[in-house]
């Protein structure tokens, strides 16, 4: 092993992308050599931190080493430790001995992000070699590594409360939208199918999404009038909190 790295701590990142129509999130594949045959699985992005680096440098480097990306926000989740994280499939502890990594016992602290993969020009999204996006629909018919299904499945939950209390969704859109750009946003992270007047009624009541003097151009459809998230309006309304159940 590596004497810079810190054999029992290490950073995942769950990176989940928005593509306009599904949700997805980053995965590496890994080819396992066990019991004679090589079996195809796949883990988030992680690795080992360094003796001289701290947890958001290490997810940075460690995300860029596995999958290409940069420059992206990343969010700490929570500490996952254990006892048995490393070794529910047998599998998996051989193929940390085979990196001749044979501590049974390591601490992750995951990080989340979401970008838009339809419109991220300032993102490099040229991934390497074993990275892929897989709909998180379909994630849970692959078989994960050590305890990132259990991961995965904490920091969806996250995402969708940061959605609710927080305007992330805005992140993901250009700054003129239509509604329905918006409704997809949260149609799909959070797997409904939601009333269009209702949707609009609901934005309706917040002042921090201001209707435009402008329509879509160069659309086949009927152009639908364009709005836009007011950063001012929404940090100068101290009293009023954002709320988006749905």
């Known amino acids: 092993m590596d004497k810079q790295l810190i054999p029992n701590v290490s950073v995942d990142s769950v990176v989940f992308g928005f593509d306009s129509v599904h949700l997805n999130v980053l995965l590496i594949g890994r080819n ?4 004679k045959t090589v079996q195809r699985d796949w883990k988030l992005p992680g690795d080992l931190i360094r003796w001289d680096e701290d947890l958001d440098t290490a997810s940075k480097r460690i995300l860029k080493e596995l999958t290409g990306l940069q ?13 048995d994280r490393l070794i529910r499939r047998p599998q998996d502890m051989s193929w940390l001995i085979s990196i001749d990594h044979p501590e049974r016992r390591v601490i992750t602290i995951p990080y989340y992000s979401l970008i838009n993969l339809s419109k991220n020009g300032q993102i490099n999204l040229d991934l390497t070699t074993n990275a892929h996006w897989v709909h998180v629909d ?3 018919h692959l078989p994960l590594a050590f305890d990132h299904q259990e991961i995965l499945v904490f920091a969806l939950e996250t995402l969708r409360n940061e959605l609710r209390t927080k305007p992330l969704a805005f992140e993901l859109l250009p700054s003129k939208f239509p509604l329905s750009q918006l409704q997809k946003i949260y149609e799909v992270i959070f797997e ?5 007047r209702n949707f609009r009624k609901k934005i309706s009541n917040l002042n921090y ?6 329509k879509e151009a160069g659309v086949s459809h009927r152009p639908a009038k364009l709005f836009m998230f007011s950063k001012d309006i929404y940090h100068r309304l101290k009293t009023e909190n954002f709320d988006f159940t749905i």
């Open 192 to 196: 409904v199918s939601l009333d269009k």
């Open 71 to 83: 420059n992206i926000y990343m969010n700490q989740l929570k500490a996952f430790g254990s006892l």
């Open 209 to 214: 999404i201001v209707a435009l003097n402008e």
């Open 138 to 140: 379909d994630v849970s």
């Open 32 to 35: 396992i050599l066990y019991k």
